[in-house]
């Protein structure tokens, strides 16, 4: 079964919209940590937003806001005003502290997001 | 921005012959990380280090190995390059654990190859 579930291989979003990206995940560990990364077309990988499984308000960062749904295993990214430069693919990611050291991610396959005028 | 580079950044080979990737790091963090990134497949694990010597295997691991002789320095080594190992590299680092054993993995630019 796959890890890190993203359902949506593209979505479009109007500027200055909301849009939500989802992921959902698989794991049996209490205590795990899900992140969500950017990639540009110029192909940096860029660190968004972390999610720790004990926290028990969703994180936020500027115009970044995690849904953090525990019961339903579900982390989807929320990205407030859009804007032309949030244009990229992004990753959810899972960190399961019961699989041992080296804090290994397992990445979902991709959302790809385009912000239209 | 994590101080991480790659070299190559780009590489054309042909099969069978053996490929070393570089990464280096200024940031004197303890974890390294090599994934291979494809359509369809997001990034996968090939190999992490943990310390100086220290090292194991990920998700992908078959027909690659690694060294890691300095903090800074993380090597891949494609013994013999086939064509199915044409993807983009990245190398990513991260720091000794932190909140809940959680830290953010930084990632390096990417390295292409093409093996023909």
């Known amino acids: 079964a796959q890890k890190i579930t993203q359902t949506q291989p593209g979505m479009f979003v109007q500027e200055k919209e909301a849009v939500t990206l989802d992921c959902t995940y698989d794991?049996?560990?209490?205590?795990?940590?899900l992140f969500w990364y950017k990639q540009p077309s110029s192909g940096e990988m860029i660190f968004l937003i972390y999610?720790?499984?004990?926290?028990?308000q969703n994180a936020t960062e500027g115009r970044y806001s995690l849904n953090f749904q525990k019961a339903r295993k579900s982390a989807n990214l929320v990205i407030s005003a859009s804007q032309l430069g949030d244009s990229a693919m992004y990753f959810c990611?899972?960190?399961?502290?019961?699989?041992?050291?080296?804090?290994?991610?397992?990445f979902g396959t991709g959302t790809q997001l385009k912000v239209e005028l | 921005d994590a101080g991480i580079t790659q070299s190559p950044r780009h590489k054309v080979t042909e099969t069978g012959t053996p490929v070393t990737l570089r990464c280096h790091q200024t940031?004197?963090?303890?974890?390294m990380y090599w994934y291979r990134q494809d359509p369809g497949h997001g990034l996968r694990l090939i190999h992490y280090?943990?310390?100086?010597?220290?090292?194991d295997k990920g998700e992908v691991s078959d027909g690659y190995s690694v060294s890691r002789s300095k903090t800074e320095d993380f090597l891949l080594t494609l013994e013999s390059a086939t064509s199915s190992q044409t993807s983009v590299y990245f190398c990513?680092?991260?720091?000794?654990?932190?909140?809940?054993?959680?830290?953010?993995?930084?990632f390096g630019p990417g390295t292409r190859l093409t093996v023909l």
């Open positions: 990513a680092i991260s720091e000794s654990l932190g909140r809940e054993g959680l830290s953010e993995q930084f």
């Open positions: 794991t049996s560990d209490p205590s795990y940590g």
């Open positions: 999610q720790g499984s004990y926290d028990q």
């Open positions: 990611a899972m960190r399961e502290i019961g699989t041992g050291g080296g804090n290994k991610l397992t």
């Open positions: 940031e004197n963090h303890r974890y």
């Open positions: 280090s943990y310390g100086v010597k220290d090292t």
